[in-house]
């Protein structure tokens, strides 16, 4: 009988087997199907486009800023800024009311107006068999082609830095699904807070991955996902073909995020992490990034090394150990079924 796979992203191994075997190559295709990569490049004229897809299959107050974040992110992570947005609305068969569609359509119109993105086409339909609306995004940006980042540019020497904290989306997401049980432990104030860090600290990591290529020369940038902070290393180290040694202490873990992990028997590594952005870049760069972060107060921590080799290790006061590899986001052993646990994203980010 052939294996099921767990619900979360393809194992790495499998889907670069079949990027590999299956993924097109094309003369003006700059940036390929690849693990690691946030966005597919392709030249077009003097300048390069970028472009990403991403579903977002659970609909709540929330789902504009899902959806136009999740695809931003990956636009700005490659050196691009995000522009124009496709959006396909599928919706489910006997629970599909006027008030919903409009909703929806405000919400992402409204998300993309705090971008400057423009909602400019896409598909909308009532389809059998779904259970709840899934609104999948295709969403475009233009670059520079000297201001290309890949997640592949890491070079041995660099730093490695973590913008804001984890984990920020995984975070809100515990509040939001334990809202009782959270509220009950540790008071309305906390609840209130970690439920809106999907705002503040944010999961956009546009203006950080636009101002980094802006001030310095970057090497590569990764947005860590499902699978956390780990696998996020992980997939920009297998892009870059380069080991990393990272820092234990020096880890920004949200101090909410940890109340919460702890609550819950979750390790924050492995925790959905939207709203950090990885980057590497020459030492010497370092502090110039850092200050240029300081003066727009966003949060900034210097994390690890990238080093010869392969893998990802994980630097404590006493020795080194692997990082831990979660095949599965660990929002999963406290979700089950949750449809949270069915947004996941697909795909060879």
């Not at 599909?96 to 339909?125: K, M, P, Q, Y």
């Not at 973590?162 to 809202?179: C, Q, Y």
Request: glycine fraction near 10%.
């Amino acid at each position: 009988m052939a294996k099921v796979l767990p619900v979360g992203k393809l194992p790495l191994p499998l889907l670069e087997r079949l990027l590999t075997r299956y993924g097109g190559s094309e003369e003006r295709l700059i940036v390929g199907p690849q693990v690691g990569e946030d966005a597919a490049v392709i030249e077009f004229g003097e300048s390069y486009l970028v472009v990403k897809t991403d579903p977002i299959t659970l609909v709540n107050e929330e789902v504009g800023d899902y959806l136009i974040n999740i695809n931003a992110n990956d636009i700005a992570t490659m050196g691009a800024r995000p522009k124009w947005l496709l959006a396909t609305l599928l919706l489910p068969e006997g629970k599909t009311t006027e008030n919903l569609v409009e909703d929806i359509f405000l919400r992402v119109s409204r998300a993309c107006g705090e971008l400057g993105i423009c909602l400019c086409g896409g598909h909308c339909e009532i389809t059998h068999g779904l259970d709840r609306p899934i609104v999948v995004g295709l969403m475009l940006g233009e670059m520079d082609k000297e201001k290309l980042v890949r997640s592949c540019g890491a070079r041995i020497g660099d730093d490695i830095l973590l913008t804001k904290g984890i984990a920020i989306e995984g975070t809100s997401i515990i509040a939001r699904e334990k809202e009782t049980q959270v509220k009950e432990k540790f008071g309305e104030g906390f609840l209130s807070r970690v439920k809106n860090y999907l705002r503040d600290p944010g999961i956009s990591i546009v203006k950080e991955a636009l101002l980094a290529v802006e001030s310095v020369e970057v090497h590569a940038m990764h947005d860590p996902t499902e699978g956390g902070l780990s696998m996020g290393l992980y997939e920009l180290s297998i892009a870059s073909k380069k080991g990393m040694v990272i820092y234990e202490e020096e880890i920004p873990i949200l101090p909410e995020c940890q109340t919460l992990c702890q609550e819950f028997n979750l390790n924050p590594l492995g925790l959905i992490a939207s709203g950090a952005l990885v980057i590497t870049l020459e030492p010497g760069h370092t502090e110039k990034l850092l200050d240029a972060y300081h003066r727009e107060a966003i949060r900034c921590s210097i994390i690890g090394k990238v080093v010869e080799g392969k893998g990802v290790r994980l630097q404590g006061k006493a020795k080194a150990k692997e990082l831990p590899y979660f095949e599965q986001d660990e929002i999963t052993k406290l979700l089950g079924d949750s449809p949270f646990c069915s947004s996941f994203k697909g795909g060879y980010e």
